[in-house]
């Protein structure tokens, strides 16, 4: 077999509809073009065209993963099950995964840092909640604790959160005030003593 025509397709510029002997077979990406050296006059055998079709599902992945990486930072596990339900096989999604991390596109580690950060000091929840967030997300658990480590001090976000809340609901009777600040707080993820550290502080500064 031979390939008789490379030619840009109508309604999309970037693709390329192949012709072998004459005979129309299959549209590629210019960039799978470019990359296997494809051109008029070469000659192709059946495991050329499996190397084709091969090198066409990784430039569909990397398209597909750089469109999800466009609106936000995402982990392996992320990736790897929003290419897997896209229908890639695994083969593909280990070299696109691969090719991502050369790329530093994908680093839980420093997803990892990053997200405790600004969960703690903006998002005000506390690093039992962070723990179970990053867990969800496919992140090892080598890389939580290194991240929880070097992560902000709890402490000032749940004293935020109790002087909002304590604002709020000053009429409220002291033993009621505690009860249901303390449940808040837990629902956050404060470890029980960071709790009692800020409850015990709210009620000294209240005597």
């Known amino acids: 077999m031979k390939i008789t025509a490379l030619q840009p397709q109508v309604r999309n510029k970037r693709r390329v509809?192949?012709?072998?002997?004459?005979?129309?077979?299959?549209?590629?990406?210019?960039?799978?073009?470019?990359a296997l050296g494809l051109r008029v006059g070469l000659d192709v055998d059946r495991a050329d065209l499996d190397r084709i079709a091969h090198e066409e599902q990784l430039h569909a992945a990397r398209q597909y993963a750089f469109l999800l990486l466009s609106y936000k930072a995402r982990t392996t596990s992320e990736l790897t099950q929003r290419l897997t339900r896209k229908g890639f096989v695994p083969d593909i999604v280990s070299h696109t995964l691969q090719r991502l991390a050369e790329l530093k596109m994908v680093d839980d580690a420093g997803f990892a840092k990053r997200f405790a950060e600004d969960r703690i000091a903006i998002g005000h929840?506390?690093?039992?909640?962070v723990r179970g967030e990053l867990l969800k997300r496919g992140i090892d658990r080598h890389q939580i604790d290194a991240a929880l480590e070097q992560a902000p001090d709890e402490t000032a976000a749940a004293r935020e959160v109790a002087e909002k809340y304590l604002s709020r609901n000053k009429r409220l009777e002291p033993a009621v005030l505690k009860r249901r600040l303390y449940a808040l707080l837990a629902r956050r993820g404060f470890s029980l003593d960071t709790i009692r550290q800020v409850t015990s502080l709210d009620e000294a500064e209240s005597a």
Not at 18 to 33: K, N, P, R
Not at 125 to 129: D, E, N, Y
């Open 17 to 34: 509809s192949v012709f072998l002997d004459g005979t129309f077979l299959f549209g590629l990406s210019s960039e799978t073009v470019g």
């Open 125 to 129: 929840k506390g690093k039992w909640r």
